[in-house]
């Protein structure tokens, strides 16, 4: 027996190699422990028969059957084909309804040919419901194709044939817009969707008789706002909502141009009643999808408000000036209501919502609130008192530079264009005390850069531009209010001193770096002015403050390039 079983041994040593040579890999076998472990597990109940079950058996019997597999709508092929099919037949509606009658080739009257056109469109529709539990994506094609052809047949019988009237147009667009609504929902396909808000806010320039009367017009398009809106919530897709709110502010003011542009008062209550339906829908779909809305949307929204604000200021501008500026500031309330409204009851922030009220903010402020009602003698003034606004909002703890970059962008516009016109004393009105507002926003700018000095963070590049373009308004100050070309260059050195020894006080490499700017401007202004057009007596004399205060400089730069580490570095 010893013999046998080494001899067995051998044989299974050698059958082992020969697998490894070949490269062989044995079924894999089920083990006695995995089965084990298996059956200890609750709610597991193993069959003996599976030990003895070949693996071949259990191989096949996991492998799907072919036969039943869905076929996958995703590839290229397939939706290039659907797609063609689809636009094919859709050609053909369309020569049917409009490119026969032309040809004269088929000898059939205009309502039956609307007719031949409306039945396809049916059995179009019909066939792509039958089919959906096959291929619900692939099948949706076909009721696509379906809903074109009924929004074809409805503006040719009532365009090319004129036999059916603008009210009977009107009824057969809502209806097939309501059975586009219903297949979005059974095919969970935007495509339908698209039809639906396309179709229906084009009935006007398509239907006659419509345009030519405002009011109702303003009602149909209120309507269908307040319908894609409630639709908007009910699926759960802001897309909706978004694509009926460009089409209703740009569509609508196209046809009121064109056909009662007198009724201003009219296109006023629209606007406003527009982005009453809007805004409101934003802020519950918020609400009820507890969904926040993210910068990538946001951005979707900017434009359609952007266009709401220039028509409707400017046809507030046109007819009503003294109150546009602050109906547009009214504007800004309204959208930041919407804001406040989801973040306090769902108790977190929205960047999205937060970057939408800065932009607008933003415009509104500068456009309404600073272009506006500020008179120019102010704005100088204005402007200066901008940047304690930037430095609290920089202190702040819970500053978002992602949402609020359009806010700090519009106050550093406003303060630097106003800052180029005092430095370089060219106003374009007369300013009340024009002669101290240089050294003012000297003086501010240097508090500035003293607050943000030891921050560690991207606020330091800040102040680093703060100390530099304090230099420019103190030399444009001391240029300003002295009248005497040595008496500046005295200032000027007196600064470039102080600086200096300011920075060796603090420890601040930066700000003795900083002091070479004054040191060269007092340079460039000896050689450039004073040499050119001064007296004599003003040269030596430029030239000796030049010479002393270099000599005075390079004495004291020689302790602050010995300095440690500043602690603002």
């Known amino acids: 027996m010893e013999g046998l079983e080494q001899r067995l041994a051998q044989l299974e040593s050698r059958l082992a190699r020969v697998e490894r040579h070949l490269d062989l890999a044995s079924p894999p076998q089920a083990t006695e422990e995995s089965f084990l472990f298996h059956a200890s597990a609750p709610g597991r109940d193993i069959n003996p028969a599976q030990l003895s079950r070949p693996a071949a058996t259990s191989t096949a019997a996991s492998t799907p059957d072919r036969e039943h597999v869905t076929p996958r709508a995703g590839g290229a092929i397939t939706r290039l084909l659907g797609w063609g099919g689809a636009l094919a037949m859709v050609l053909a509606a369309a020569y049917l309804i409009k490119l026969a009658y032309e040809s004269g080739w088929l000898a059939l009257s205009a309502q039956v040919r609307i007719g031949l056109a409306v039945a396809s469109g049916m059995v179009l529709i019909v066939s792509g419901l039958l089919l959906r539990r096959k291929d619900r994506h692939y099948a949706s094609l076909l009721p696509a194709a379906g809903v074109v052809i009924l929004f074809l ?223 120019p003698t102010w704005r100088p003034w204005l402007a200066l008192l901008a940047l304690p606004v930037l430095m609290a909002w920089l202190a702040a703890s819970r500053r978002n530079l992602a949402t609020d970059w359009p806010f700090l962008a519009a106050i550093g516009l406003l303060w630097l264009v106003n800052f180029g016109q005092i430095i370089r004393h060219d106003l374009p009105v007369p300013i009340h005390g024009h002669r101290i507002l240089a050294l003012l926003y000297a003086v501010e700018l240097y508090a500035g850069y003293a607050l943000l000095r030891k921050t560690k963070d991207s606020i330091r590049l800040l102040s680093t531009a703060l100390v530099y373009l304090g230099h420019l308004a103190a030399m444009a100050a001391a240029w300003q209010i002295l009248n005497s070309s040595l008496g500046v260059s005295m200032a000027w050195g007196l600064l470039a001193l102080i600086c200096l020894g300011v920075a060796l006080r603090l420890r601040d490499r930066m700000l003795g770096h900083s002091s070479l700017l004054l040191f060269i401007f007092s340079a460039l202004k000896v050689l450039l002015h004073d040499l050119a057009d001064a007296t004599p007596a003003v040269r030596i004399g430029c030239l000796l403050v030049v010479g002393i205060t270099f000599y005075a400089g390079g004495w004291l730069y020689r302790y602050m390039e010995g300095m440690a580490t500043p602690e603002s570095s």
Do not use: N
Not at 245 to 258: E, N, P, S
Not at 344 to 373: K, M, N
């Open 153 to 375: 047949s409805i503006y040719g019988a009532h365009l090319h044939y004129h036999f059916i009237g603008s009210g009977v147009a009107g009824l057969g667009v809502a209806l097939t817009c309501i059975m586009s609504l219903w297949l979005c929902r059974m095919f969970d396909s935007d495509l339908y969707a698209l039809f639906a808000i396309v179709g229906s806010y084009s009935a006007p320039f398509l239907i006659h008789g419509t345009p030519h009367r405002i009011w109702p017009l303003i009602l149909y398009f209120s309507a269908w706002s307040i319908g894609f809106c409630l639709f908007s919530l009910l699926t759960g897709r802001r897309r909706y909502y978004l694509l009926s709110l460009y089409l209703a502010i740009v569509g609508f003011d196209i046809i009121w141009r064109q056909t009662a542009r007198h009724q201003w008062q009219a296109a006023l209550g629209y606007q406003t009643a527009q982005l009453i339906i809007f805004a409101t829908c934003a802020t519950l779909f918020t609400l009820r999808h507890k969904r926040s809305l993210d910068q990538r949307s946001a951005a979707m929204h900017l434009p359609a408000l952007l266009i709401f604000y220039i028509l409707q200021y400017a046809l507030l501008h046109r007819h009503l000036p003294h109150l546009a500026p602050w109906l547009a500031l009214v504007s800004v309330a309204a959208v930041g209501l919407c804001y406040l409204a989801p973040r306090l009851l769902l108790g977190r922030d929205f960047p999205g919502g937060r970057l939408i009220l800065t932009c607008y903010g933003s415009l509104a402020l500068v456009h309404a609130g600073y272009l506006e009602l500020v008179p």
